[in-house]
């Protein structure tokens, strides 16, 4: 299995991503790695690493897509930034899949760009992992498409079914739509029509209907279907009160501790690490054919080498040919 | 001043509003409570209460709108519910506001139902209040509006703003429209025109663009602008997630504290009062002509006093004329 890292893309520059390569092609026996970037830094970063000799090969790409810069100029000015020929060596069969820490932005223009979508998928869609109180959920879309139409969002219900089978290994996942209130008929013309869509659908026996903003975390559903507007407030919103709760933990909880402050802090540590997005490997451009999983701008390398395992695991599991058997079980019609 | 208060309204029934209406007129002078509900039995649950004579009057009202009821269906088949007499008595000009810890909807629809709307308003939104690392932010619209024009937006972003000052004693109240990023350009339709109607206006000194969802509990804004589709599922995550990260507290850090157990428990109480919805008191309906506060369902009676003195601050304050003075002030195309 081959897949491609865009080596220049991310907050923290070459090293993070070149470093996580090098632990992933250690730790998955079958996995070629194509670093897509400046191959000259690329290669003094690799010196002093010891890996699999000829599982790590070079593409050249001598510029990148800033965090800041809008995709499709960037598109325009710099085709051969190391994000679209990430793309370009997809589009050639050259690789199986794409990790990459860059402009998300930059990675979806990229895969519109090479229409290297899945048979019967419309419009991709990004999928993240979240942590509830039962375990794990997908949210589908956290930013791909900020104003979809209901067969979108019908599709994204299938992708993140799929992805919760193969990835997280729920047999029978059960999915939710992201609304304001639970009753059929609320919200606005696009979930109400999405709403319909689903319950006339193949999904309606695990389609549990409409859930609201606290049922994510209660493990109301395995997978939250909304578009990618409201996705990607609830993705860093998520962040933010996490962010601020934990600081209030700090401060309001450690801060009384005497004798057991130590003992405390370390568990919060230990709490900050479990719920920690580097902990949950990246999150999947679902829809392309392909693999396609978009990380944190900060990742670590840890954060590197956990999406490009699920990467892997996706590409061997085969998700996209189990998609395209599900979509085209459903009606055509919009 | 004059508030009148949804005496059925509620989860829980009449007794944490009738305790909370006995709380309010003990604590503020000035104020007559119209309690709104099942006359009978509201004098039963007074009948030992100690409060200040004819502060306390009664307007009967046989039945009210269960939680789970659809809004429109309920006024066609319930006029004289509580909620919707409630709203009459402040289109007669009987009271100065309502307070209500009912079906949201059915609040809303009662005041689209009077029409009593501030002049120049188009349609009103739901504030909330939610606390920040840096002290405390309102969001607007959380629910009334779940596909607003960008006009509608405008306005809660001065409504908003006026609350804040108003309200929260912030001189010059900052805002910020919920997107999907910061650079101008970001998100759809809505958000893109939103976002040059706030630039063009007079808001534009204190407008500081597009936040993200990270930014709301950064404090990053006093003021934060969105549609009542994402607001509403912003405010119920917030709920979700703080449920989520404290439970995991419990667990993962009280858990592993031994003599100082106590004093952590004791802690994470604090905390959880701290940031429990009942000390922001409640939600304002902000563009009603009158003032208008919207209680969680299950509010305590200390929630519905709390709630019952933002009304009467709101009354006092003369929020809706400075309101209307700034709407005014705006330019009048959409």
């Known amino acids: 299995m081959r897949l491609a890292l865009d080596v220049l893309g991310g907050d923290n520059g070459a090293a993070p991503n070149v470093a996580g390569a090098v632990l992933a092609v250690n730790a998955i026996p079958d996995l070629t790695i194509v670093l897509v970037g400046d191959q000259p830094q690329t290669e003094i970063l690799l010196a002093n690493a010891s890996f699999p000799a000829g599982r790590i090969e070079f593409a050249h790409a001598p510029t990148f897509v800033d965090m800041k810069e809008k995709p499709t100029e960037a598109l325009r000015k710099k085709p051969d930034a190391s994000i679209f020929r990430c793309w370009q060596l997809l589009a050639?069969?050259?690789?199986?899949?794409?990790v990459s820490a860059g402009n998300t932005g930059a990675v979806v223009v990229g895969a519109v760009?090479?229409?290297?979508?899945l048979k019967c998928i419309q419009k991709p869609g990004i999928a993240t992992i979240m942590p509830t109180a039962r375990g794990r959920c997908i949210i589908v879309d956290v930013g791909a498409n900020v104003f979809p139409k209901p067969r979108h969002l019908l599709e994204y219900g299938v992708m993140?079914?799929?992805?919760?089978r193969k990835i997280l290994g729920i047999a029978q996942p059960t999915l939710g739509l992201m609304n304001v209130g639970?009753?059929?008929?609320k919200g606005h013309e696009l979930v109400q029509k999405t709403y319909d869509l689903f319950r006339a659908s193949g999904l309606k026996e695990r389609f549990v209907g409409n859930i609201e903003g606290r049922d994510i975390h209660r493990g109301a559903v395995d997978v939250v279907v909304t578009d990618g507007f409201t996705g990607n407030v609830v993705l860093k919103l998520c962040e933010g009160v996490f962010e601020f709760v934990m600081n209030m933990v700090k401060q309001d909880v450690l801060g009384v501790l005497t004798t057991e402050r130590?003992?405390?802090i370390a568990a919060v540590k230990g709490m900050l690490g479990k719920y920690h997005y580097s902990a949950f490997g990246g999150a999947p451009l679902l829809g392309v054919d392909g693999v396609c999983i978009i990380c944190h701008g900060s990742s670590s390398e840890r954060a590197i080498a956990n999406a490009?395992?699920?990467?892997?695991?996706?590409?061997r599991e085969k998700v996209n040919d189990a998609i395209v058997a599900e979509i085209e079980a459903l009606p055509k019609d919009e």
Chains 1, 2 share one sequence.
């Open 160 to 164: 993140g079914s799929v992805f919760a």
């Open 113 to 117: 760009k090479t229409r290297k979508f």
């Open 182 to 185: 639970e009753e059929e008929g």
């Open 308 to 315: 490009i395992g699920v990467a892997a695991t996706g590409v």
């Open 262 to 264: 130590d003992t405390g």
């Open 92 to 98: 050639e069969g050259n690789v199986d899949g794409l």
